[in-house]
């Protein structure tokens, strides 16, 4: 084999001295299950409750596919030569394997198609009513659709009745809608077009989740009943597809689980949401490190915090939120409005957030609300600052400063 040259940055080779040790590392593949590594005289990968150590993970998953972008770079001919070369069946993969910076335009494919397969058939205008994520694909898993929705919500025999929210287990006043025709019931949220849980009419037509031995740990180990693990991967505010793998992560009211749609089964349950690694997020190897992003909530009462904490003030304004920035824009001639009870749209808030940015020049996944309040907008990736904004009282508080200076 021809060696071959590779410049790397100083930081990069110094982390690889510090993680050396745990390179000598072989692959085994035991019948398509998961892999098995081992190597004699090695350190455990494994930290104490036996995943993956975070040393472990940025070695094989951080410094290591570093390393092999860098060297595509610096050997294009010989990177160019292996493509073109013809090689055998046996070493072609087995499945098409995603780029991990393909990652979460994948994540936004499958949502797409799952929408797409969802409302198929029903207009724009008649998708009014938000169906959460989790409810989505619990009904997509029985060849249920958005159609039957509407037909439940405008059938002559649909009964409807009230539950208070001390009366049901979702915490609010909640409408039902029960067709004993169609054979299901509808949950709606008193207050929004929200469909929060969807369920047979005949309650011991419920097919329950098969729960493994891992997960029945769990469960005691966090105190939860039956009822609420199952609750999690059908009524969950969140989903997160596990890149490589048939498994999705559900959340729902701080709790997590990790679900198998194939066989309805339930491998593990978790007090807030695991690790879900965003490739684009990763450590930058030179330069300023970018800090880690600020997740933009998608409730209306979380946004609206956020934003008083950056020193925004929020107003209604008829059906909306006006949001203004009396430092950032002391006339107060530019605003953001924002809806009041979001429901035509699952990116409501990104769209919130982009306005921001577009009309304040700040972005709120990265701003520091100290300098926010102060009317200081800085560069997310360098940090540097573009902007200093003032009131117009300290405005005048700095010329009387200067007129009594002249004076004296």
């Known amino acids: 084999m021809i060696s071959k ?19 000598p590392y072989r692959y085994e593949e035991n019948n398509g299950s998961d892999w098995n590594l081992s190597a004699e005289n090695a350190p455990d990968l494994r930290d104490e409750s036996g995943r993956l150590s975070p040393d472990a993970f940025e070695l094989y998953f951080e410094l290591l596919p570093h390393l092999a972008k860098l060297f595509v770079q610096q050997n294009p001919q010989q990177v160019s030569a292996y493509k073109n070369a013809p090689k055998p069946a046996a070493v072609k993969p087995s499945v098409q394997l995603i780029p991990l910076e393909k990652v979460p335009e994948e994540h936004e494919k499958q949502a797409r198609e799952i929408e797409e397969k969802f409302y198929a058939g029903v207009p724009e205008a008649e998708r009014v009513h938000h169906v959460l994520p989790g409810v989505m694909d619990h009904m997509l898993r029985h060849d249920l659709s958005y159609s039957m929705i509407l037909d439940i919500l405008h059938a002559e025999d649909t009964v409807m009745s009230s539950e208070s929210a001390a009366e049901n287990r979702y915490g609010r006043a909640v ?15 008193a207050h929004a077009p929200d469909l929060l849980s969807m369920r047979p009419w005949r309650a011991d037509a419920l097919i329950p989740y098969h729960l493994t031995d891992e997960a029945l740990e769990d469960m005691a180990r966090l ?31 701080g709790y997590s689980v990790k679900y198998h749609p194939a066989d309805s089964r339930i491998v593990s349950i978790a007090e807030g949401l695991p690790g879900v690694r965003n490739p684009l997020a990763q450590p930058k190897m030179r330069g300023v490190k970018r800090q880690p992003a600020r997740k933009i909530p998608s409730d209306v009462s979380s946004l609206k915090a ?44 990104l769209n919130t957030a982009r306005q921001i940015r577009q009309s304040f020049g700040l972005d709120l996944r990265y701003a520091n609300p100290e300098d926010s309040r102060a009317g200081i907008v800085r560069d997310p990736k360098s940090g540097k600052v573009l902007g200093e904004f003032s009131t117009p009282n300290a405005q005048a508080a700095d010329g009387a400063e200067e007129t009594d200076s002249h004076s004296s």
């Open 223 to 253: 105190g939860l009943t039956i009822d609420m693990v199952r609750r999690i991967p059908q009524e969950a505010q969140e989903r997160y597809p596990v890149p490589g793998t048939a498994y999705t992560l559900y959340y729902f009211q």
């Open 5 to 23: 040259n590779l410049t790397i940055p100083v930081e990069l080779y110094s982390r690889l001295r510090e993680l050396v040790h745990l390179a």
């Open 306 to 349: 956020l934003l008083e904490e950056h020193g925004f003030t929020v107003a209604m304004g008829g059906k909306h939120y006006d949001v203004r920035h009396p430092v950032l824009d002391p006339a107060l001639g530019k605003k953001v409005t924002t809806s009041i009870t979001p429901s035509d749209s699952q990116r409501w808030h």
């Open 175 to 189: 409408t039902l809608y029960s067709n004993e025709r169609i054979g299901y019931v509808l949950v709606m949220n």
